[in-house]
């Protein structure tokens, strides 16, 4: 058991180590949105968000940014799942916690991926009423 132990939290150090990794490079890649303009004189006061200047830009980089950090966080708990399966050795409490931790995520996912349809839903009506349109 101390054995099985030893290897889980080998395997959760590993992924979190690759999960930092791979933030610090989504980071300096683009996918999150520089806040800085460089553009601002001494002495004014300037718009935090750079060149971001509506609610829907907003949105979108929270959104992107936490989709992106929680597509991580989901690809790890689906490994511990597996390893959950694996480690099991047949005892049906255990098979049953790993099915619900993979459900669970699962779940957690389309939460999160459907919040930005959701976001879109509500940002065209929004666009659209204050239009004029129908």
Do not use: W
């Amino acid at each position: 058991m101390k054995k099985n132990k030893i290897i889980l939290n080998t395997v959760v150090g590993v992924m979190m180590l690759f999960t930092f990794i791979g933030l610090s490079l989504i980071t300096s890649g683009g996918v999150v949105y520089a806040v800085s303009d460089s553009t601002c004189a001494p002495g004014t006061i300037c718009n935090p968000l750079g060149s971001t200047n509506t609610l829907n830009q907003v949105l979108n980089i929270i959104i992107s940014t936490v989709q992106v950090i929680a597509g991580i966080i989901s690809v790890v708990y689906i490994i511990l799942a597996g390893l959950k399966f694996i480690l099991a050795g047949g005892d049906p409490a255990k098979i049953k916690k790993a099915r619900d931790m993979l459900l669970y995520v699962v779940i957690g996912i389309a939460i999160i991926f459907g919040a930005q349809a959701i976001s879109i839903v509500v940002q065209t009506t929004i666009e659209q009423v204050g239009s004029g349109q129908q």
